[in-house]
């Protein structure tokens, strides 16, 4: 069973302070091969991993197969900062919901990441869990992701799990790759998504246009399918200006809740990569009032089945200061 399984939201956070380079090659060859001969201070192995990340583009365009045949051009690599190996204890204050000597549940801030990346290298949910948890954390997530069994974006709060042995590694980590969690998302929208309820299915994949962004793609991708239910609207019943979406998962793709929605034509409020289009006057009003400054989407409710004890547990989440304030004045609307 892998031991990190694809789960919902992932930041693009760890494509900031990229370095990068420019290079021409000419036709033929392998590509991966053309690349190394032109850049010889890399390895042909470290070249292909940034291949298959999508990290070299041609025109805009990812190449993400080492393998083909090199096509004459100019080509982009993006180049990540190394991410220091030892995350180091951080004195951050955790709401914390749930704690045993297995696994421990908190409502994580917008705003904190999951776990260290560039651009990202402190203050962290790791960080603050090293220092709260010590050295019970598992490691089966590797050093930067110290008991990591799934992730939310950087600025989504809300409720996350983190364990704290191995078997509770092991198993929330089967509980999450075979979708058996119960996850309730709440977004607020612009617009609403129609009909008030039904079920979203589309593959995603990363854009091919911005690899910090991910697209519903007709072929490839990994399949996704998300469940909601209009909760209220917000302005006139006929043409909504806003809503509250209640969002259950059934799988968990990167940043699976914002492509889906934005595809009905209703992206989270205040989301700077997929809410194309402005909202109402009166609604980029209350966004400013209430100082909401990232997509206003809040993880409300996580529960599983212990992984040790079999106990059926579940954490609910209040919507945060920012997405309450907002929701109070789109209620004026």
Not at 193 to 219: F, N, Y
Request: charged letters at 25%; aromatic letters at 4%.
């Amino acid at each position: 069973m892998a031991s990190e399984p694809d789960d919902l939201e992932l930041d693009g956070e760890a494509d900031q302070a990229a370095d990068v380079r420019l290079v021409t090659l000419e036709a033929g060859g392998r590509f991966d091969k053309a690349l190394a001969a032109a850049l010889p201070e890399f390895s042909r192995a470290r070249l292909q991993a940034l291949i298959a990340g999508g990290r070299v583009s041609r025109d805009g365009a990812a190449v993400t197969d080492g393998s083909a045949k090199a096509q004459a051009g100019d080509y982009r690599l993006e180049i990540p900062p190394p991410v220091a190996a030892e995350p180091q204890p951080e004195d951050i204050p955790l709401r914390v919901l749930f704690e045993d000597a297995h696994l421990i549940v908190v409502d994580k801030p917008p705003g904190m990441a999951m776990h260290p990346a560039p651009g990202s290298e402190t203050g962290t949910l790791v960080n603050a869990l090293l220092h709260h948890c010590g050295a019970s954390l598992s490691g089966i997530g590797g050093v930067a992701r110290l008991g990591i069994v799934h992730r939310i974006d950087k600025e989504t709060s809300g409720v996350v799990v983190a364990a704290k042995t191995d078997a509770a590694h092991q198993g929330l980590s089967a509980l999450f790759a075979a979708h058996d969690i119960d996850r309730m998302y709440v977004a607020l929208t612009r617009g609403a998504p129609s009909p008030i309820k039904g079920t979203i299915e589309g593959a995603i994949a990363r854009s091919t246009a911005d690899r910090k962004k991910m697209a519903l793609v007709k072929t490839g991708g990994r399949h996704a399918i998300t469940h909601y239910t209009v909760a209220r609207v917000f302005g006139p019943s006929e043409k909504p200006l806003a809503a509250r979406v209640a969002c259950r998962l059934e799988t968990g793709r990167t940043h699976q809740i914002r492509v889906h929605l934005a595809s009905k034509g209703a992206p989270c409020l205040g989301d700077p990569v997929y809410g194309s289009g402005s909202p109402s006057q009166p609604v980029k009003e209350a966004i400013a009032a209430a100082g909401l400054k990232r997509q206003a989407l809040h993880a409300a409710v996580l529960g599983f089945a212990h992984p040790i004890t079999g106990e059926t547990v579940r954490f609910e989440s209040p919507l945060p200061a920012d997405m309450a304030r907002l929701e109070a004045l789109l209620e004026k609307l």
